[in-house]
């Protein structure tokens, strides 16, 4: 059974750095091929990708957040961490860990496993 | 404003069908077969509901289906029940410089 689980603080200020954490279990980033991200959606908003890093860990970023992002990480401790520079209120938003999956047909170009997602408030 | 547009409210009665609709351009809905739309009940994650314009995953109601023509992409519900009740949100592989983009929500409210 495959769960993401985020975890992380529910409040910054204006400027501070976010380190989100992706806990992940019923798959492994080391011997399987399959990619990590993070999602977000602001209140009442559009969902928006963020980041990606693969088993190989090559790393994918949102061109318009990509100064602002880093991905890494822990294949013995099934986590993926991003970090987030320079908060600001308009990151507001629920952020949700997702599963990248590779079938026979290739790369697949949806989610099926997302976290439960956490909710990050930022303050000014 | 999303990169795909979709309507921002549909209503039906149980029983109907409805059609959610997701327009985008030749990058990315009308140039890909990756069309998927997430169903989002309040305060949960995204569902996965259909995959690559027209697949159901695995124990999603065949009651779920959907299409595309040109850069429109299209989820229709039918025989609706108040479960349905959420928000749905199309998404696409897009060639431009981000992979995926996602539509703006439709709130589909069950009368």
């Known amino acids: 059974q495959i769960t993401l689980k985020e975890s992380g603080p529910t409040l910054v200020k204006s400027t501070q750095t976010l380190t989100l954490t992706c806990t992940f279990s019923?798959?492994?980033?080391?011997?399987?091929?399959?990619?990590v991200g993070w999602i977000r959606q602001p209140p009442g908003k559009a969902l928006e990708w963020l980041a990606l890093?693969?088993?190989?860990?090559?790393?994918r970023f949102s061109p318009s957040l990509k100064s602002r992002l880093t991905i890494s990480k822990d294949t013995f401790k099934n986590q993926v961490v991003l970090t987030m520079t320079n908060m600001d209120p308009v990151d507001t938003a629920t952020y949700y860990c997702?599963?990248?999956?590779?079938?026979?047909?290739?790369?697949?170009?949806?989610?099926?496993?997302w976290g439960q997602g956490t909710l990050v408030t930022v303050s000014s | 404003q999303s990169a795909l547009t979709q309507p921002a409210s549909v209503s039906g009665s149980p029983g109907q069908s409805i059609t959610i609709s997701c327009t985008g351009t030749?990058?990315?809905?009308?140039?890909?077969?990756?069309v998927s739309w997430y169903q989002q009940h309040p305060g949960k994650a995204p569902k996965l509901m259909i995959y690559?314009?027209?697949n159901r995953p695995s124990g999603v109601s065949n009651r779920f289906s959907g299409s595309k023509s040109g850069n429109t992409a299209s989820l229709t519900i039918s025989g609706l029940q108040a479960e349905d009740e959420a928000d749905y949100s199309c998404?696409?592989?897009?060639?431009?410089?981000?992979?995926?983009?996602f539509g703006g929500g439709t709130k589909l409210t069950v009368l």
């Open positions: 690559d314009v027209n």
């Open positions: 030749s990058s990315d809905v009308g140039g890909y077969n990756y």
């Open positions: 997702v599963l990248r999956q590779r079938s026979s047909s290739g790369w697949s170009n949806y989610f099926v496993y």
């Open positions: 890093i693969y088993w190989n860990d090559d790393k």
């Open positions: 998404s696409s592989y897009t060639s431009s410089s981000t992979p995926w983009v």
């Open positions: 019923g798959f492994s980033l080391i011997t399987s091929e399959v990619g």
